[in-house]
């Protein structure tokens, strides 16, 4: 079998990645170990941010929802602009966001600062008698993996990307510095180019294609929980409570309450839900918006948070290989990322170069001891 | 109808506005069946349904939505109106009172034939707990099993009835078997657990498959021998193991016609008339449904097993000790599904002695081998596509129309865990436990591919739906 790209992993970024090179005309072809979307994205809590407290992460985050509503209007898959809901606690942290939201604001995300009676307006079910303020951004997002996934599967299909599912890699041949051969459970395919977007288990693709530097991508396991469906449009925007466990949460379209703690399990490969976090996100929630003692829990699940030390995905060329490139340590942001991600990596393999701010996420950054600031994320223990 | 002597007292209650009689202590589903009400909820989707095939049957009682029609008794006095699939009560009202911990040897969860088996084997010897998320007795009490009842229900050690395990976690030398017991929650710690969680009723897709006055086999069971009501007057019966209640249907009276396959249904607030596919229209208020038995293999799953496929069922996969791995054994319908209670039971007394073989006792669960008699074994089974209406024909309770299934598949998406996700089946109340299957035969059906080549998805906790205000 021959390809000209060779896309590991069919996660979004996967999928993403392959569907914008197939627009592009290029020939390409995904592999992934089980069914698309089995790693973190059919796991992942739904959300789209942009209320990022750095300027390369606010604005990949605007360019993301920019081309996920573009092609949601295109494809059809359920994306919905309702905004989130940071609530806040202490003067400290308010004094803090407040310089956030200037950023964003000189970025062109409308987040704005807003008092709890407003925020109970958005969410009239929220316990707000321990919240000072609120930020909310209408224009952050959240849309249905599952649609999302299948809706660009099926067009770079379309377009001519090919697909392997239930198909391993299990090697990489190399002819000098050139890649020769992907090695997989299911053949050998010759090409030339080989895109990492595995996020998880970057480090093992990483080393079978002998990548000499060293890219510290470590799985985590974060879990999440769906609860029975409720009267749709009762909770509108993704809220946040840093406070309470580094808890998120929202409603999917089906109605089912979905979302979070920062339940930090690893590094490991395991992803058997837990009862600790059975309890940590009943705790969180309730505590939120206290209705949801009433709502049966579905089930829990887990997926991964594949870390980087700073939080920030490493996203390049690995120079050492002909051709090698890494997109992956999304650290629980590849969904919200991908579209952006997508057209970063298929600039930088058809023209070399991007206008987008993708340095920040420079793979020998960890060589180099030029560590990030930290991206805000959900799920650290401390939020400084 | 009523078809024999009432346990509680009678009371009045209202319906819609309409004053009623019904029996204090019965569930509210069934005091509204013997008066004739059928139509109980409103799905999601906006259908109408009742409380005894797939999907929850929520009512409003006194003001407070999302009470449970199957599970809340009735007293005297009760306001009740029609509740929706959606509803949720603002105030928060469900709190836990306790947490407890319990430690044990052995923690059986299920308390049927096979649980109580194997309760009676090992709770001699070391100290054992029992689970049972209703009552003792399972299937075989509801089907009045002549063999059940010739046994004495005690050497069970600690029996814990109405409470509901949330799943098996392992905690190294310890298996934490978590579960809730009205408003308490109980964390069972244990060395061993055996999975006795039963199989759970075969369900049908034709035309209006959701409508009020379709009984799943088990529902209708409990209705006539638990409450002696008759789930209608005019009943059709269909599915491919009639068996499992016509005895019942004839020792109450109760007339009834074996349709082996129902294509329609058709009504205005229930079942008024049934359709087969050779062009026969039936006067009816009730179907009942008994399509086969299946091992119910959420619980297994969650706790690790793999899944096989054989004889027209999915089972877990366990070694020559019915263990899927050190700590967790499966017994009874849970692993094949037995048609007779009586080897549930001994099976349930064989893997105790397993068990407490392993724990270093001496016993021997062989010579139990010649009381367990034979499983079930069918085809895989199918569904009518070609014949049935998709729209109209529900694959599951959570208003997945076969169309919704089909449409992935159709596209091109072949793996189960996908078409799952595109369509939300298996993603509701019952966890995947009476739509999977179909999802199988479908697949099946259309691509050819073997189930053993399918990616069963597996069960995720809590193994049943429990409030979150019990566990935060």
Known sequence: ?384 | MRIGEQNGEEVSITFEGKKLTAYAGEPIAIGLLANGIRRLSISMGGRKRGAFYVGPAPVEVNGRKRVDSRKEPISEGMNIRRGRYDDYNKEPETYRTSIERRYYEVIIVGGGPAGIGAAQEISGVVPTALIEKEELGGRAKIREDEFFESISLNRLGDVYERTTALGVFYKGEYVLVPAVQGRKLIEFYAKRVILATGSVAGTMVFENNDMPGIFRVDSALKAITLYKVAPGERIILTGRTPELIDGILRKYGLDYLYVPRVKRVEGEEGVERVYDFEGNVYEADAVIVSDGKYPDINPSTQAGASVRYSDGFLYPETDEKCRINEFVYIAGSARRPFKEHRSSYYHGRMVGSFVLEDLGYEADGRKYEEYVGEYYRYDLGNIPIEKLNHDESFVCGCDVTLKKVLEPIRLGYHELQIIKRLSHVAMGFCQGRYCLMHVVRLLHQLTGKDPNEMDIPSGRPPLWNVKMGILG
Not at chain 1, 301 to 328: C, H, L, M, Q, V
Request: proline share 5%; charged share 25%.
């Open chain 1, 1 to 384: 079998m021959k390809a000209d790209i060779v896309v590991i992993g069919g996660g979004i970024v996967g999928v993403l990645i392959a569907h914008e090179l197939a627009r592009r005309g290029e020939d390409v072809l995904i592999v992934e170990k089980r069914y698309l979307g089995s790693g973190s994205t059919f796991r992942c809590g739904t959300g789209i941010r942009q209320q990022f407290t750095d300027e390369a992460n606010v604005r990949m985050m605007k360019r993301a929802v920019e081309l996920r509503k573009k092609y949601h209007e295109a494809y059809g898959f359920p994306f919905k602009q309702s905004g989130y809901l940071f609530l806040w606690y202490t003067e400290e942290e308010v004094e803090y966001i407040k310089k956030a939201v200037k950023l964003q604001n000189s970025l062109g995300v409308p987040t704005r600062l807003i008092s709890p009676d407003e925020a109970k307006e958005i969410v009239p079910l929220l316990d707000v008698s321990e919240v000072i303020a609120a930020t909310r951004n209408p224009t952050d997002a959240k849309a249905s993996p599952f649609y999302a996934l299948a809706s660009f599967a099926k067009a770079a299909r379309e377009m001519g990307a090919r697909i392997m599912e239930y198909t391993e890699v299990i090697g990489i041949k190399r002819k000098g510095s050139s890649i020769d051969k992907v090695i997989t459970t299911r053949g050998e395919i010759s090409t030339g180019i080989v895109v990492n977007a595995t996020n998880a288990r970057a480090k093992l693709i990483n080393a079978m294609a002998g990548v000499p530097i060293e890219i510290p991508i470590e799985p985590y396991k974060h879990q999440s929980v769906i609860t029975q469906p409720i009267k749709g449009g009762t909770i509108n925007p993704m809220v946040i409570s840093l406070r309470y466990h580094h808890a998120y949460l929202t409603q999917t379209a089906h109605g089912g309450v979905i979302g979070g703690v920062g339940v930090e399990e690893g590094p490991t490969y395991d992803l058997t839900p837990t009862y600790e976090f059975l309890r940590a996100v009943s705790e969180a929630f309730t505590k939120i918006i206290p209705a949801l003692r009433n709502l049966r829990i579905l089930r829990i699940r887990a997926g991964f948070y594949a870390k980087t030390p700073d939080s920030n995905p490493a996203i390049g060329r690995i120079k050492e290989i002909d051709e090698f490139y890494i997109a992956a340590g999304f650290s629980g942001h590849g969904f919200m990322m991908a579209p952006s991600v997508a057209e970063a990596v298929a600039d930088i393999i058809t023209k070399g170069s991007t206008s987008l701010p993708i340095d920040r996420y420079d793979p020998y950054r960890f060589e180099r001891g030029e560590l990030r600031s930290k991206a805000l994320q959900m799920g650290r223990n401390s939020f400084y």
